[in-house]
């Protein structure tokens, strides 16, 4: 089964025909409100990282950094 987080889309747009999903919540609340997690959520530059599944095949899982540590920007 592969690696899924409650947001993913059951059915993908992989073309993107479709008009994208809008979220009545913040990042926050739909963080808080998800049991898997599996994402990246981008705040202007600032890129992060959160999985509480466990990757399969020996994967390493994504560091999350706390608001209380300093900043790491992602260039992604």
């Known amino acids: 089964m592969p690696i ?4 993913y889309p059951k059915e993908p ?3 993107g025909i479709q008009k994208p999903i ?3 919540h913040c990042l926050d609340e739909l963080r808080a409100s998800s049991k898997n997690l599996h994402r990246l959520e981008i705040r202007g530059p ?3 990282a959160y ?3 466990t ?3 020996g994967h390493l899982q994504p560091l999350t950094y706390k608001l209380n540590q300093p900043i790491v920007q992602s260039f992604l």
């Open 13 to 15: 747009d992989f073309e």
């Open 4 to 7: 899924s987080d409650d947001l």
């Open 51 to 53: 999985c509480n599944i």
């Open 55 to 57: 990757p399969s095949c």
């Open 22 to 24: 809008e979220f009545n």
């Open 46 to 48: 600032q890129c992060t």
